[in-house]
Nanobody, 127 residues
Framework: VQLQAFGGGLVHAGGSLSLSCAHS????????IAWFRQAPGKEREGVSA????????YYANSVRGRFAISSDNAKNTVYLQMDSLKPEQTAVYHC?????????????????????WGQGTQVTVSS
């Protein structure tokens, strides 16, 4: 399994960025793909996730209403549209994936629930 995050960059506060997570080798029937971020000196935290079972999504409270996650299965890519960005959201953003059973009801935002990780992309929001 390979995942690669793209699309980071420098943006002013209030601006937008769209991240992409290109994945390959996900041969599982069902999986979750999540975005995490890690700011300098802080722990990695879950931002958003999407389920291939039913398209259900998860958002951290801090980004709900401003971030949107989507998936293009034909392109094996998951997107994270980030609007109204704030300086405190400056971090390295990573995508991760994990296989799941089709009966799963909850999308996890915990690091330990994700088996496969890609290199991150830097997002810097200037004030």
């Amino acid at each position: 399994v390979q995942l690669q995050a793209f699309g980071g960059g420098l943006v002013h506060a209030g601006g937008s960025l769209s991240l992409s997570c290109a994945h390959s080798g996900l041969t599982f029937d069902f999986y979750h793909i999540a975005w995490f971020r890690q700011a300098p000196g802080k722990e990695r935290e879950g931002v958003s996730a999407i389920s291939s079972v039913n398209g259900r999504t998860y958002y951290a409270n801090s980004v709900r209403g401003r971030f949107a996650i989507s998936s293009d299965n034909a392109k094996n890519t998951v997107y994270l549209q980030m609007d109204s960005l704030k300086p405190e959201q400056t971090a390295v953003y990573h995508c991760a994936a994990t296989p799941v059973p089709d009966t799963i009801l909850v999308i996890s935002s915990e690091l330990y629930d994700y088996d496969h990780w890609g290199q991150g992309t830097q997002v810097t929001v200037s004030s």
